[in-house]
């Protein structure tokens, strides 16, 4: 008769424990048998670069070097182009207003008249696209079924590929003329105001500021609206929901998510485009009539020009290396005051959309 399995033990073990317990001893505390200790992993050896990657890599590398290092020399030959006419300027160059180049010998020029009217139409040009581009990016996103806001932000889109000449033509043939009697009517009943007076080129309501600032407006619409556009789009869905369901009105959902969340991007877009304002050259030129008689006086209803108008008008002076020379001075500070612009404008859309 055989002795029951539960009193056997193995042979070969004299305590009576089995081979398992033998593996692996017994914890003293809970009386069985431990895990067994895990194994090292095995060292992964490094895995080699792909030729492909590396190429990609130094491309990439280099690519972003090259504009780097263009941007530094367009700089550095700016520098060196404009010491020689800034030497023989007989005039302050940041405060005169007058611009005398054509003897290179007797030079007398100064950017105060430049940088006023450039600023001038490019603030009235974005008083005038930011609310704008604020409500067609707000319809797109908040408003418009998707079948609809798809086209309409291609239309709008649309306008960034128009070329600045056509603009220029447009603005100085049919749009100054359809909006004469309104400009006269400002200019004859606000004429007590300081921006509203009687400019330079008066009798002349056409080729002024306020109609450069409007066609500028135009222009850089398509840029502040599609970039807030993006932004807006970005407005976390759990937000906008948790709104609704606590029984808020769509604007109020605009008011208290979409508009917070996007305030930056929104503004880092009106700065991109007062960088493309700032630097438009021949719409302006076309446009801008020449002061008779008296330099800006910041009334919108003045003539004038921008840094990049002037340089493109006066291009037959540029036979003369010194007298070349004043124009590229003007264009350096141009070039710092857009960086400067741009650089601002992508940090803060940067910094919102990460």
């Known amino acids: 008769m055989r002795e029951p399995s539960s009193t056997r033990t193995p042979t070969g073990d004299p305590g009576g424990r089995s081979s398992s317990a033998q593996a692996f001893p017994e ?129 709008v889109d649309l306008l960034a590929a128009v070329p600045s000449i056509i603009f220029g033509l447009w603005g100085i043939l049919v749009f100054a003329p359809a909006i004469e009697p309104f400009s006269q009517w400002v200019n004859t009943t606000f004429s007590w105001i300081p921006i509203f007076a009687p400019g330079n080129v008066a009798p002349n309501v056409r080729g002024t500021i306020f109609t450069a600032g409007i066609v500028l407006a135009v222009m850089i619409l398509p840029i502040i609206t599609s970039l807030s556009r993006e932004v807006f789009e970005r407005t976390p869905t759990a937000q906008i929901e948790g709104a609704l369901a606590l029984g808020a009105t769509r604007w109020e959902v605009i008011r208290t998510t979409v508009l917070p969340f996007g305030k930056a991007g929104y503004i880092g877009a009106s700065m991109l485009g007062l960088g493309r304002a700032l630097g438009e050259t021949i719409a302006l030129a076309v446009i801008l009539l020449v002061p008779q008689g008296r330099n800006f006086d910041w009334s919108l209803f003045d003539g004038g020009a921008t840094f990049a108008s002037k340089i493109a008008q006066n291009y037959s002076e540029f036979n003369n290396p010194t007298s070349a020379g004043a124009y590229i001075a003007a264009g350096l500070v141009l070039f710092v005051l857009t960086f400067l612009v741009n650089f601002a404008a992508r940090s803060i859309v940067g910094k919102k959309l990460r």
């Open 27 to 155: 914890d003293p505390i809970t009386d069985k048998p431990a895990a067994p200790a895990p194994e090292a992993p095995a060292r992964k050896k490094p895995s080699k670069v792909r030729a492909g990657d590396r190429f990609f890599k130094n491309l990439t590398t280099g690519a972003g070097a090259f504009i780097v290092a263009l941007i530094a020399l367009i700089g550095i030959f700016l520098v060196v182009q404009a010491i020689p006419a800034l030497k023989a300027d007989k005039a302050n160059f940041l405060f005169n207003h007058g611009w005398s180049t054509g003897d290179p010998a007797n030079m007398s020029f100064g950017i105060a008249d430049l940088a006023e009217v450039t600023v001038a139409t490019s603030v009235v040009a974005l008083i005038i696209a930011m609310p704008v581009s604020l409500g067609i990016a707000l319809f797109l996103t908040q408003y418009a079924p998707p079948r609809l806001a798809r086209p309409f932000a291609y239309v």
